[in-house]
């Protein structure tokens, strides 16, 4: 038996044998449950897909698979059905992002922390919203991805989990919990990257944020996907970045780190001369839409650049700095 190795004849055979029987005494006599992520699509019918992909294998080999024999899912009966021409369609959306829920909970903080309904005009904006600004690929979505409906449920899941509330809480994510903590810690400052987001959203050639962009990953939750990539796009900014260092450089400065003094071209030579990274000091959410000023920017090394993103509130170079001293001395101490 090759495993996962389908005719289309086998795939239709299962099909035709669930429907005889009916859903509920095919999936009981061969053991499977109903399915969670994907379903096939035959003739606009919905069927399990892992149980019709395990049931397959008795026609193409002479035995059905058993159900913890393999997995249903992306690289599973998935792929085995798709790679003989077959429609699956993932049932379960996507999870809410962060830059997600920090939009849904701003509706909730300025609603007195209660839910909205689906019918509200917020909700249905902020749906339209969500369609459009997260890159989750359009094939794992459902028919009700970010639907109103979808939206009005995350406003519920963030009011009733808020601390102290006197009902009993819906099922919510971790994610959720982080975005409301977070809100409560500092609601202004929520609320403007929320404000934000919005408006990065709506600029003209906004290209939708992966939830698994990688290159943005390592930045701390609170400032999301969509301001880290405008706030890397401005600090990478060729332009800008040569303005700078030529003003360091008339200066009577030189291109080493403003914290550790790591000079590329000094260790590295001709391969690092005139190499350094340019660090945005002031987060988007707090400088918003204002233009960056050269006395805005810092000349870092990688290391100390990744150190003063990995965790918010980001430390300014001089605050590194110090604790760059702080360690260095613990360090000296103890040997």
């Known amino acids: 038996m090759q495993k996962g190795k389908l005719s289309r ?22 053991g499977y449950g109903k399915a969670l992520d994907y379903v096939l699509v035959v003739d606009g019918r919905e069927y399990h897909s892992k149980a019709v992909a395990g049931v397959a294998h ?24 798709k790679a003989v021409g ?14 997600e829920a920090v939009l849904a909970c701003a509706l909730v903080v300025q609603n007195d922390w209660r839910g909205l309904p689906a019918e ?20 794992p979505r459902g028919e009700a991805f970010r639907s109103p409906n979808s939206v009005a449920r ?14 009993k809480p819906t099922n919510a994510a971790k994610n959720d919990h982080e975005v409301i903590k977070a809100f409560l810690d500092d609601e202004t400052g929520m609320l ?8 990065l959203v709506a600029e003209p050639g906004f290209v939708p944020v992966s939830a698994d962009d990688a290159d943005t990953e390592e930045f701390e939750a609170r400032e999301g996907r969509v301001i880290a990539r405008e706030h890397l796009r401005r600090e990478r900014d060729g332009k800008l970045k040569g303005q700078k260092i030529k003003a360091v450089l008339k200066a009577g400065g030189s291109l080493a780190c403003e914290v550790c ?12 001369a005139g190499y350094i990274e340019c660090h945005h000091i002031v987060p988007l959410h707090v400088a918003g839409e204002s233009t960056t000023r050269l006395s805005d920017l810092a000349l870092i090394c990688s290391n100390c650049h990744r150190m003063i993103h990995r965790q918010a509130p980001w430390p300014t170079p001089a605050q590194l700095r110090e604790l760059l001293r702080t360690g260095e001395d613990a360090v000296e101490s103890s040997s």
């Not at 077959?86 to 830059?99: E, G, I, M, S, Y």
């Not at 995350?154 to 009902?167: E, V």
């Not at 790591?262 to 260790?267: I, P, S, T």
Request: charged content about 25%; aromatic content about 12%; proline content about 3%.
């Open 9 to 30: 004849e086998s795939v239709l055979r299962a099909v035709a044998e669930c429907n005889a029987k009916g859903e509920e005494p095919f999936l009981a006599e061969y």
């Open 58 to 81: 008795k026609y193409e080999y002479g035995r059905a698979l058993l159900h913890k024999e393999f997995s249903g899912g992306r690289t599973g009966a998935a792929a085995w059905l």
């Open 86 to 99: 077959f429609t699956v369609k993932q049932v379960r959306n996507p999870a809410w992002t962060w830059d």
């Open 120 to 139: 509200h005009e917020d909700v249905r904006t902020l749906s339209a919203l969500l369609q459009t600004m997260t890159a989750h690929a359009a094939a």
């Open 154 to 167: 995350k406003t519920y899941d963030l009011a009733t989990n808020r601390p102290g509330y006197a009902g």
């Open 192 to 199: 403007e990257v929320a404000r934000r987001i919005r408006g």
């Open 261 to 272: 003094t790591f000079n590329f071209g000094a260790v590295y030579g001709e391969r690092g």
